[in-house]
Every structure is written in C-alpha cells, then in structure tokens.
Nanobody, 123 residues
Framework: VQLQASGGGLVQAGGSLRLSCAASGRTVSSYGMGWFRQAPGKEREFVAAISWSAVRTYYADSVKGRFTISRDNAKNTGYLQMNSLKPEDTAIYYC?????????????????WGKGTLVTVSS
C-alpha cells in the first residue's frame, strides 16, 4: 500500500484546511486510517484515526472538537478536516494505515506510512 498525503499549506489562525490521504496498490477498506503530526523539534504524535468500518473515530485531546476524520472507501481515500487552526497545529502531517484497526484507542503499530504534508498556521 502506498499512501499519499496532500492538502497542506499556509493558513491564518482560526482558518481551516482539509488534508487527504490517497491510498494505492490495494484497497484499504480493511485498514484503519489515521493521522500523525511532527512539529519542529518534537516527536511525532497521534492526531486522529478512524476504524476500518468508519464506525469509530479516536482523537487526541488537543484536536477534539476542531478536527474531523473521515474516509471514502469507494475512493480509497481518507480525510482530515481541520477547523479553528492554531499556531501550535503547525507541523508535518503524516497519514497512516493499520489492518483491522477498530477505532477505540489511539492508532499504533502502523502498517503503512505516507509521506507528510506541511501545515503552517500563522498567528
């Protein structure tokens, strides 16, 4: 599976962006999908994830109520809608996939990583 993240860019605080994660090579309908981010000088951290069935989602406390994760299995694509962006959301965002992820805990033990997309939020 190859994952390609896109949609990053420069936005002012309070603005919105939507990231996309397009999968290729095989269908990811049996895979949970998620997003991580890494800010300069910091470790990569979990942001949000959605179960393979799209029934469950899980969010980091720092993004709850502002970010929404979704997926379209027909398009083999996942999304991260980011609203009310803050300067501290500035990071490289990576998408990820894990077989059979059920969505009731933070995504871990990732099977596939995509290359990141840079999100910069100006104050």
């Amino acid at each position: 599976v190859q994952l390609q993240a896109s949609g990053g860019g420069l936005v002012q605080a309070g603005g919105s962006l939507r990231l996309s994660c397009a999968a290729s090579g095989r269908t990811v309908s049996s895979y949970g999908m998620g997003w991580f981010r890494q800010a300069p000088g910091k470790e990569r951290e979990f942001v949000a994830a959605i179960s393979w069935s799209a029934v469950r989602t899980y969010y980091a406390d720092s993004v709850k109520g502002r970010f929404t994760i979704s997926r379209d299995n027909a398009k083999n694509t996942g999304y991260l809608q980011m609203n009310s962006l803050k300067p501290e959301d500035t990071a490289i965002y990576y998408c990820a996939a894990r077989l059979g992820y059920t969505g009731n805990y933070p995504l871990m033990n990732v099977d596939y990583w995509g290359k990141g997309t840079l999100v910069t939020v100006s104050s």
